[in-house]
């Protein structure tokens, strides 16, 4: 089994899942968060695309608010690799992780 904010650094071999938060705090809603503990868009991106690259699958917690809310870091966050995805969703979706050049350097 693989731990929360899993990173391989490599192809692996059999199924996995990189679970990890937004707020790098907390794993549920935390009314007491601090903006700068919230990990960026173009970070979570990049989580995303090396996931895939490495053969695993994101899961990405969105804490809600006691009573069902999202707040709104949290919708930007998704809004915002939605758009990311409306653009290079085929680079994503029903892909194989290539394991010709994992981590490799041409020279």
Same mark, same amino acid.
């Given at each position: 089994?693989?731990?929360d ?5 490599? /192809?692996? =071999?059999?199924?996995?899942? $990189?679970? /990890?938060?937004?707020?790098? =705090?907390?794993? &549920? ?9 919230? /990990?960026s868009? =173009? ?8 996931? !895939?690259?490495?053969?695993? $699958?994101?899961?990405?917690? !969105? &804490?809600?608010?006691?009573? &069902? ?17 409306? !653009?290079? &969703? ?9 394991? !010709? ?7």
């Amino acid at each position: 089994t693989c731990h929360d904010n899993y990173e391989p650094g490599k /192809l692996q =071999k059999k199924k996995w899942e $990189n679970a /990890l938060p937004m707020d790098i =705090k907390s794993f &549920g809603y935390n009314r007491k968060a601090k903006y700068e503990n919230f /990990l960026s868009t =173009k970070h979570l991106i990049h989580e995303l695309i090396e996931t !895939v690259a490495y053969g695993g $699958n994101m899961l990405l917690n !969105v &804490g809600p608010t006691a009573d &069902g809310r999202i707040d709104l870091i949290f919708q930007e966050r998704l809004l915002g690799i939605g758009a990311w995805l409306n !653009v290079n &969703g085929e680079s994503i979706y029903k892909t194989q992780p290539w394991d !010709v050049c994992q981590n490799e350097t041409t020279t």
